[in-house]
């Protein structure tokens, strides 16, 4: 897999940091790692860090320590990085330092398509945009050697068909960990003051300069060697394997000339611009932003997203590539059969704790305003359960401004929804905002111990770290008194008369009495976690069902479906996890546990 | 050169069977490129895989290039057909009939059997190494699922895998 290609770049590249928060398509990278670790005995220090901010920190004391260090993470993980990205291209590094962002054309499962080298330059430092998994693999060491040269950190741009894309690649024995030496204090870098600071900028600037000049990676190569000047095409990254192949399998498409640049920022300007002169025209097809376009100073030429031709949002799939380039000659795309997906949506597991506490929300606070957050529980929008859905941590400080912003009136109770994980990363500070500023809405913090929708990593609370070594568990009850918060209740979401219980109460506390924010944890492992013991009780439905539909409308388990033809409601045994929730959800008593 | 589509539901093993296809051709020299979905539509949703075994760069199946679709729930063969080449052949885990485009196969009944319904994804390779054309033998896929260190697993997969090949009907069109 691409992402373990990366990874096992990092081995080898003699990286001795590697830091990350979870985040597809990137997650399998520090996975990958901790596996190898174990495999290969490898002393390599690896860290789930609380959130990307953080974790880009941590890997940047390394760098300043002397050491080769790694930072992964998906590309909205960036938003919240590039505090510190943008200040830490000024002062340089010392040990070679690789940002690795995954970026999601698509957007598959993300929330934006933005393109994470327009972040590169924004920050004004060098980035790879590899187009295979055997190409990420080599990059990565490429990618260290750059960084030490010119001391800025080095990004690697994988877009999703490089991550998790499979493919063999060769493997190299890693090298001996690299350092750069012991820490040297010098305040006048490493703790730049403004003044300081202007001659830094000129300082990276001329790094630009000297890289566009020295490194092959910023100019073009020659990919494919047609025969004509009609046409020229430019290309970079994941998209640019989906030209290749077109190029070699439509014969009509064998004469145009195909340039790749592996570096598409900062780009050899000169280079770009002599393709376009040498041609009558040039198609530029890149992911997902027009980075390589906007370099080309004369673009009377050109033609690309700028001028129109390529689509300016979604996925490039190959049929989307094969049409731009019939379009860039004059022809017609092709006449493809007008496909109608059905697809089934994504759906919380059968049993899943998730499940429980959002029916229960739905039942107390009917009518309410739920705002919620960022993980697998965004699936409770199949429940009605979830009203928003902003970035990590959102729904703590969006339930505040619709507290703040009700008229006395029409006030529906707001309830937001935040997993555990989520928390750590960006809720705490939300908290305690909330708190302050005196909210009143209530915090169901669902608690599956686990970063569940990203494949189950550690969060803080967990009693192991990222290579399975014990660490220091934070105890999540006292971060929740810390924030100020004076209601707080732990309750099993299995548990329909406990819950129901605790959420009434809440909304006395925070509804009807308005005295502030209250937290309900609902606590129970997610059912995917190894070693999570799940019920072998199977259930089935009775004879005096009425078909109220409760358990499929309000419950949603996927379990539980409507047989058209015999007008009945069945539980499959193989789907169900045997929770039995439903059985309390049931108004008409009719679901009941198998005897076996 | 082949080109293999899969699809099914989040939850099915389909990247199973992806790295699976893709080690065993490795293991034989063979250049292999695929690709997967994971994320949110894992719990669950619509899923679809795409493996390539030959000299490709790019890892997505184009439409109407795909030998062989793959299907593991009935409901997304539709979703998938556009893949498939003129001529191509489709295995669907399904009760019902063959017909001369679509092989079929009730993978699910025969995992349960063995007592474990996830097994249909081995079920259905097995099935799908007796078509002709199909780039990986019985016995290359047999080999490839032995290397499991876990007996159990190996064990199930590898009775899985035989009751998918004893399942092709000889008297196919």
New interface residues.
């Given amino acids: ?1 691409g992402n373990e290609a990366i990874a096992r770049g990092i081995i080898e590249a003699g990286c001795s940091v590697a830091t990350a928060y979870p985040g ?2 990137s997650s399998e990278i520090l996975e990958s790692l901790t596996r190898w670790k174990k495999e290969m005995g490898h002393n390599i220090y690896l860290e789930w860090s609380i959130n990307e901010k953080v974790a880009f920190e941590v890997a940047y004391g390394a760098s300043l320590a002397g050491a080769r260090s790694a930072v992964t993470m998906k590309m909205v993980g960036l938003n919240v990085a590039s505090d510190p990205y943008l200040s830490a291209t000024y002062l340089g590094v010392r040990g070679g330092m690789v940002l690795i962002v995954a970026d999601d054309p698509g957007p ?2 993300s929330q934006t398509e933005q393109d994470s080298r327009f972040f590169a330059w924004l920050a004004k430092a060098p980035v790879l945009d590899p ?3 055997a190409e990420a693999l080599q990059m990565i060491r490429r990618a260290y050697e750059l960084s030490e040269k010119y001391e800025v950190p080095v990004m690697l741009r994988p877009c999703l ?1 490089v991550c ?5 690649v060769t493997l190299n024995d890693p090298v001996d960990s690299t350092y750069a030496g012991p820490f040297k204090k010098n305040w006048t870098r490493w703790a730049a003051i403004p003044k300081f600071r202007l001659a830094l900028h000129a300082e990276l600037n001329k790094k630009l300069e000297k890289m566009t000049q020295e490194e092959p990676e910023c100019s073009l190569f020659l990919e494919h060697q047609g025969s004509s000047d009609k046409l020229a095409i430019i290309t970079s990254g994941s998209v640019s ?2 030209v ?2 077109l190029i070699r399998e439509e014969p009509q498409f064998a004469m145009f000339n195909v340039f790749r640049i592996n570096m598409p920022f900062p780009a050899n300007k000169a280079a770009l611009q002599s393709i376009v002169d040498n041609h009558q025209k040039t198609l530029v097809i890149e992911e997902t932003y027009p980075v390589i376009e906007l370099q080309i100073d004369d673009r009377r030429k050109l033609v690309g997203r700028l001028s129109g031709l390529v689509p300016s949002q979604g996925e490039l ?3 989307v590539v ?1 049409d731009v380039i019939l379009e860039a000659i004059g022809e017609k795309p092709r006449t ?2 007008d ?1 109608q ?9 059968a049993g899943c704790p998730h499940r429980s506490s959002f029916f229960m929300l739905r039942k107390v606070f009917d009518k309410g305003i739920y705002p919620g957050d960022i993980g ?1 529980y ?2 409770g929008t199949n429940m009605g359960a979830v009203d928003t859905c902003l970035c990590m941590g959102a729904s703590i400080g969006m339930a505040s401004g619709f507290t703040h912003a009700q008229l006395e009136e029409s006030r529906p109770p707001v309830v937001a929804t935040i997993g555990d994980s989520t928390f750590f990363h960006a809720g705490i500070p939300a908290l305690i905002n909330a708190v302050h500023n005196k909210a009143s809405f209530t915090l169901v913090l669902m608690d599956n111990s686990v970063t569940a ?2 494949g189950g990593q550690v969060t803080p609370a967990s009693e192991q770290l990222a290579d399975g070594s014990e660490g220091t568990p934070v105890d999540i009850e006292a971060m929740i008194r810390a924030c100020g918060v004076k209601f707080l209740e732990v309750v099993d979401p299995y548990n329909f008369e406990e819950l129901q219980a605790s959420f009434e109460r809440s909304y006395e506390y925070s509804v009807n009495k308005s005295m502030g924010v209250s937290v309900i944890i609902t606590r129970r492992p997610c059912i995917r976690v190894k070693g999570v013991q799940l019920s072998s009780d199977r259930y089935t439905v009775l004879d005096n069902c009425e078909r109220c539909m409760t358990c499929i409308r309000d419950l949603e388990c ?1 379990a539980i479906s409507f047989e058209k033809e015999s007008k009945s409601v069945v539980i499959d045994s ?1 789907t169900c996890s045997g929770c039995g929730f439903c059985v309390s959800v049931c108004p008409c008593g009719s679901i009941t546990r198998k005897v076996s | 050169m082949s080109q293999i589509v899969l699809c099914g539901r989040g939850g099915q093993g389909i990247v199973f069977l992806t790295r699976l296809i893709g080690d065993i051709a490795t293991a034989k020299g063979l250049n292999v490129i695929s690709a997967e979905t994971h994320g949110m539509a894992v719990r669950g949703g619509s899923i679809n895989s795409c493996v390539k075994i030959g000299e490709y760069k790019s890892s997505l199946v184009r439409w109407g290039k795909a030998d062989f679709l793959i299907s593991l729930d009935e409901n997304e063969t539709e979703n998938n057909r556009h893949f498939l080449k003129e001529n191509g052949m489709i295995l669907e885990n399904s009760t019902s009939g063959s017909t001369s485009e679509t092989v079929r196969i009730d993978a699910t009944g025969l995992a349960r059997e063995l007592g474990m319904a996830q097994l249909e994804n081995v079920v259905t390779l097995g099935m799908a190494s007796t078509l002709s054309g199909f780039p990986l033998t019985t016995d290359e896929i047999r080999q490839g699922l032995m290397l499991d260190p876990r007996d159990r697993v190996r064990q199930m997969n590898l009775k899985a895998l035989e009751m998918g090949i004893a399942a092709h009907p000889s008297n196919l069109v």
């Fill in positions: 897999m597809t398509p598959h499962s187009s295979t998994p068909r998790h894309s499979r493919q063999n394997s989906h290749f192949d799939t190959p049929e094969e493809r059969p496909v997906i059905k697809a089934r949506r994504p759906s919380l597991c697998c965004t699936l929708m990203t996927p193989d």
